[in-house]
């Protein structure tokens, strides 16, 4: 499987043991609702998702949750 990489950022949704790489937030976050939705027990403890911003020194930062609830409450747009 082959990634392109817009604008040097991509996002990594990590849920449990399983990590998931998207090009954009909106497709990271729609995801996580989809695979909560179809899972049985999920510990809040074990998702995250991760910005990466590659460069001359890549930086990673979460995501926050605020964040994430409203586009959930959107509707993922």
Do not use: C, H
């Not at 909106?26 to 179809?38: E, F, G």
């Amino acid at each position: 499987m082959e990634l392109k990489v817009k604008n040097d950022t991509f996002y990594v949704l990590v849920i449990g043991d399983e990590k998931r790489i998207y090009d954009s937030e909106s497709d990271a976050i729609t995801s996580l609702k989809s695979l909560v939705a179809n899972r049985g027990d999920v510990d809040p403890e074990n998702l995250s998702v991760l910005e990466v911003r590659m460069g001359e020194k890549w930086e990673i930062k979460a995501i926050p949750w605020s964040k994430i609830a409203l586009q959930l409450l959107k509707g993922g747009k």
